[in-house]
């Protein structure tokens, strides 16, 4: 029986470092992810000061927008 | 209605970020892909510290006639022009001052601009002559590379760097003009000066003083050791300006690379993304099919050892073997591998869109000056995006 517990557990324990390394894997992704995310930042404030404000102002717009819902109001 | 408004939403939205990447970038190739075509010297004014200074309101330049015997000493608007209302007399201007066969030519132009006298002095003997020429337009303005001077004068006055103003300056030669007043006396003094020839007689300071009468060389002398160090100044002045010059062309070539750039960095990417992620499930497929070929074989070939064992006695009692083992060092490394290539994958994704960043900067930089010097054409770019955007997202 002792044989068929070890084999068990290393079915287990095979289960869990298998997740473990699927685990590390995606953190890697979500790194990828927040680098890109982060190179969208700094475009946008390597931008022309003229259209980063245009850009802060459409984002505003389109919230507000989106928020206040001119169908709503009607 | 709704999806019409999104739709709009969205191209606004391409439409501001190709703008922005257009005017920010892509569009500084566009006039002919090379510097305007400006001489040199217009060039290094504009960048000069010293900024260019009219010295006289240059509405003349004069010829020395024929019969004055300096028919090589034509004065043109290469030539250098200066001038300060002196008290000779008359209220004469100093116009110019040329060297020729080892004489100085001092020329001079009436408070009426209707005379040009010449003062000749001959650096041998120390003779003057005076002499009348006539006159004609001029259209010359100096610029100023450099304003410092040091000069002594008849080994009496120890001047440096005072109230000096530059008459004229090219390539090869500088004229200076430095006004001092000593007791009860104005000095004026000219420097003309070839900075690249230590040999050259070119280097001359010549000085009138307040109550100099024409023909008297009142303390004059040739002073042939202008400053090795001023002349180290002037040099390293010229070339910090033809260094500029090369840097710019150097930005200038750099931001007519950035589409290719941008585009082999784009077309780099997206082919590496893509085989990295087709290997990646390719690989992914073959091992997971690997993996579970050789566990399942060994799984039964444990339980068909067991079985053996226990009811038929008829098989040594089966060793316990982790039939996992392999196979988790396959998938860790497997995996640890992925890491690896996702981390190198982040690294060079990262410093090829730096690289788009800092071009991208370098062309906002641009645009951002240009806007700066003209900050009602901003305001207005600025109120007609904005206002368009708000516009089409609001609606009327």
């Known amino acids: ?74 | 209605m709704q999806t019409i408004k999104k739709v709009i939403l969205v191209l606004i939205c391409l439409f501001v970020l190709l703008t922005s990447f257009v005017f920010s970038g892509a569009a500084l190739q566009l006039p002919g892909g090379e510097l305007p075509d400006m001489p040199y010297e217009d060039m290094l004014a504009m960048f000069d510290p010293y900024a260019v200074t009219p010295l006289i309101e240059a509405q003349y330049a004069f010829y020395p006639s024929n019969d004055f015997g300096f028919n090589d000493l034509i004065l043109t608007s290469n030539e250098f022009i200066f001038a300060e209302n002196l008290p000779f007399g008359s209220n004469t201007a100093v116009v110019s001052c040329k060297q020729f066969n080892g004489a100085v030519c001092l020329f001079f132009l009436d408070s009426t601009k209707q005379t040009i006298f010449a003062q000749r002095w001959n650096a041998n003997n120390g003779q003057c002559a005076v002499e009348i020429l006539s006159y004609s337009p001029i259209y010359r303005i100096a610029y100023s590379p450099w304003t410092g001077l040091a000069v002594s004068f008849g080994g009496q006055i120890g001047l440096t760097n005072q109230g000096v103003t530059v008459s004229s300056s090219s390539n090869t030669n500088t004229t200076y003009h430095y006004a001092y007043t000593f007791g009860p006396y104005d000095y004026y003094f000219t420097v003309s000066d070839n900075f690249f020839d230590n040999s050259s007689l070119t280097k001359i300071v010549d000085g009138y003083g307040y109550d100099c009468i024409a023909g008297d060389d009142y303390g004059v002398g040739i002073y042939p050791t202008l400053s090795e160090k001023q002349n180290e100044l002037i040099k390293e002045g010229n070339e910090t300006s033809k260094n500029i010059f090369n840097t710019l062309g150097n930005v200038w070539d750099s931001i007519k690379e950035l589409p290719s750039l941008i585009a082999d960095s784009i077309k780099g990417f997206f082919t590496s993304l893509g085989d990295r992620i087709s290997g990646f499930f390719s690989s992914i497929g073959d091992r997971i099919s690997g993996f579970f070929g050789s566990l399942g074989d060994r799984i039964s070939g444990f339980f068909e050892s067991l079985k053996n064992y226990l009811l038929y006695f008829n098989d040594t009692k089966p060793e316990h073997v982790n039939p996992f083992s392999d196979i988790l060092t396959d998938v860790k490394t497997f995996f640890n591998d992925q890491i690896s290539d996702v981390g190198d994958f982040k690294n060079s994704l990262s410093s090829t869109l730096n690289n788009v960043v800092t071009y991208i900067e370098t062309g906002s930089g641009v645009v951002n000056t240009f806007l700066t010097a003209v900050p009602m054409l901003s305001a207005f770019i600025t109120f007609f995006v904005v206002f368009c955007i708000v516009r089409k997202v609001i609606g009327r």
Do not use: H
């Open chain 1, 1 to 74: 029986m002792i044989l068929i517990w070890w084999y068990i557990s290393d079915f287990f324990s095979f289960i869990f470092d298998t997740v473990s390394s699927i685990i590390g894997w995606i953190v890697s992704i979500i790194g990828l992810i927040t680098s890109c995310v982060g190179f969208l930042g700094n475009l946008f404030l390597a931008l022309p000061t003229i259209f980063k404000v245009s850009l802060i102002a459409l984002v505003a717009v389109s919230v507000i927008y989106k928020l206040l819902g001119r169908e709503g109001q009607d």
